[in-house]
């Protein structure tokens, strides 16, 4: 199971910091990322991390302003994104892949959190 936490609502130019525990299944030698989601847009892809944490992406909507880590001892990632604008306001969830390329399609993650609120206002 993976569960999100962390969301919430800020203003333009705050920062917020999402978590995922991934707890009943070890997730070593799986990428893990984040992605959101929009009423109304596709799910999109936001930053994805390999094991240990060699390999890492991040979209292009949040490029610079993000930092994603993990602990693998904690089983946990956390997503870091600063400069918050009122087009990140999205569901975000966390995924997990069987392979461990940080891939940036979500339909190569089978497993998925139930996903965390994030609101923007400017």
């Known amino acids: 199971q993976l569960q999100a936490s962390g969301g919430g609502s800020v203003q333009t130019g705050g920062s917020l910091r999402l978590s995922c525990v991934f707890s009943g299944r070890g997730f070593s030698n799986n990428a893990v990322g984040w992605f959101r989601q929009s009423p109304g847009q596709e799910r999109e892809f936001v930053s994805a991390?390999?094991?240990?944490?060699?390999?890492?992406r991040y979209g292009d909507s949040v490029k610079g302003r993000a930092t994603i880590s993990r602990d693998n001892i904690k089983n946990t990632i956390s997503l870091e994104i600063n400069n918050l604008k009122p087009e990140d306001t999205a569901v975000y969830y966390c995924a997990a892949r069987l392979y461990n390329y940080p891939s940036e399609r979500p339909d190569e993650y089978i497993y998925w959190g139930q996903g965390t609120q994030v609101t923007v206002s400017s």
């Open positions: 991390i390999s094991w240990p944490g060699r390999s890492i």
